[in-house]
């Protein structure tokens, strides 16, 4: 059985979404090849023509820190995680992107 939930509330992906999932995938693949586990492949100046796009890899090791965490035995243990980094909507950075995609 397919689901298409996600696939039937979307429109075509625009030229930059397709320039960029092409370019994680390429990413993705040379660090699979390089055998450089526990990587996330990411692309960098975005706003730059495709050809300039900063493409490479950043260990998951670099982003995770550890917060404490009471274990049911109510001892307390560190527990490792990627802390979410919600984009601020009113911030500088977001209304520079919100005036150049209108």
Known sequence: C???GYQARCGMPSNFDSDYAYTLGGAAAVLA????????????????PVEEW?????????MI???KHTSPQDVEL?????PARPV???GAAFRA????RS
């Open 88 to 90: 601020d909507l009113d």
């Open 33 to 48: 090849a390089s055998r450089k586990s526990g990587y996330m492949a990411i692309a960098s100046d975005l706003s730059r």
């Open 97 to 100: 992107w919100e005036e150049m």
């Open 78 to 82: 560190p527990r490792p995680l990627i």
């Open 54 to 62: 900063q493409v490479g890899g950043v260990p998951f090791t670099a």
């Open 65 to 67: 820190r550890a917060d």
């Open 2 to 4: 397919q689901f298409l």
